[in-house]
């Protein structure tokens, strides 16, 4: 067989799609699936269930993360892998991150459907708590694979309720045994909704970044001093919401100041969140941006300078994390290029760019040549209820995906 004639089920994939949609789905047409709550959980045993359907060796290992493997001729030769993560921001949208996911699941169904022998193994991966909305960071799974981050260290991290990541991720059912250590792996591709406006601004179907943005996260947290709001005077109050406004309009206008970076404050909880009681702590987070990771250091030396004189001046001392920092990614520039001749070679219009999104295709790019598969969102809107790419798109990246994984499969 010609397997450059190979193409997807696309009705198939969009079943599974919607099939999905319906574990956590939203009055608004999006999902919520927080990573190792219930819906995480019947997401992640349907996700079992048809990786044994089309025969594949499934493992989990110690982060939770899902591999679904495939055997290729010469076993001994590193696999091919791809994939995304099922879990969901708040309310988020309905293709952001299982797209990836069930967009590889269709490769395997299409291989296995069709009796291809790969020389090489192929393997899923559905990447552990990857948005990192309730267990900060994100792709904390990926990184611990990637032996970038401490495991003892992930699991120790808590929701805003003081629940554990470890302890939830063996509530349900998803603490495996096999360590979370990266194996030798030949090439790695993620399939993704772009996620931003380009595309669709562009008329391109197909999006090839060249790589992705740096990510740092900081956590601030003030205190001050509480008390009733009528009987104390505005003279002298230790408040600290006002400190942290003053605090997220730095963020907002050093970024506009600097240029060629993205800075936002996206979290905030405030204490004791009564109306008539002067706030006395605030947390809130605070997420930087930029192609060139020294570009946004100067952005949080400049932040951290600033944040130090505001909360001096109002009284309410400061306490500054480092919780992230992830430096840019370029990516594999033999796979990059492979996306955008395989787009050519199916006829699908491209555009070549850059990723402003995190993705698990971060950690893998230090440990293996790496490249993403973008296809256009709707209106840029992502994290939303209203996220939406159309079917179309959603088969013709699968197609992409499949003939970059048939390429690189039978390389020796």
Not at 66 to 93: A, C
Not at 238 to 260: F, K, P, W, Y
Not at 270 to 282: A, E, G, L
Request: with cysteine; proline share 4%.
């Amino acid at each position: 067989m010609d397997k450059s004639n190979l193409r997807v089920n696309g009705k198939r994939l969009r079943m599974s799609l919607e099939e999905m949609a319906k574990i956590g789905g939203t009055p608004g047409g999006g999902v919520e699936r927080l990573a190792h709550s219930d819906e995480d959980k019947t997401a992640r045993d349907l996700f079992v269930s048809w990786l044994k359907e089309i025969h594949c060796d499934v493992t989990v290992d110690e982060m939770g993360n899902i591999f679904g493997r495939r055997k290729g001729e010469k076993e001994s030769l590193p696999t091919v892998m791809s994939g995304s993560h099922v879990d969901s921001q708040p309310r988020g949208g309905r293709f952001d991150g299982i797209l990836g996911v069930m967009g590889m699941l269709e490769v395997m169904r299409t291989l296995h459907d069709n009796g291809i022998v790969t020389k090489r193994p192929v393997t899923i991966v559905d990447w552990t708590n990857e948005e990192g909305s309730r267990f900060a960071p994100a792709m904390i799974a990926s990184g611990v694979w990637a032996g970038k981050l401490d495991r003892d260290w992930a699991y120790g991290r808590t929701d805003k309720n003081g629940k554990k990541q470890g302890d939830e991720l063996a509530r349900i059912g998803y603490k495996g045994k096999q360590p979370a250590k990266a194996f030798p792996v030949h090439a790695y591709y993620e399939y993704h909704i772009e996620q931003g406006p380009i595309l669709e601004r562009e008329s391109k179907t197909i999006g090839a970044p060249k790589g992705i943005l740096c990510l740092h996260w900081y956590d601030i947290y003030l205190t001050g001093t509480a008390n009733q709001v009528g009987p104390t005077p505005m003279e002298g109050r230790n408040d600290t919401l006002c400190s942290a406004a003053e605090m997220i309009l730095a963020v907002n206008r050093v970024a506009h100041q600097l240029g060629n970076m993205v800075a936002t404050v996206g979290e905030i909880q405030n204490y004791p969140n009564s109306r008539n009681i002067i706030p006395d702590k605030v947390h809130f987070t605070v997420d930087i941006r930029s192609w060139d990771d020294g570009h946004a250091l100067r952005a949080w030396d400049l932040l951290k300078k600033e944040f130090n004189i505001i909360a001096e001046r109002r009284s309410t001392p400061i306490r500054m994390e480092e919780t992230w920092r992830v430096e840019h990614a370029p990516f594999n520039d033999k796979l990059v290029r492979r996306v955008l001749e395989s787009a050519e070679e199916l006829g699908y219009s491209s555009h070549y760019m850059v990723s402003g999104a995190g993705h698990d295709a971060s950690y893998m790019n230090q440990i293996c040549p790496t490249a993403m598969i973008f296809i256009p969102s709707k209106n840029g809107r992502s994290h939303v209820e209203v996220e939406e790419s159309t079917w179309e798109d959603c088969e013709a990246g699968a197609n992409i995906l499949l003939q970059c994984i048939l390429k690189s499969a039978d390389e020796s």
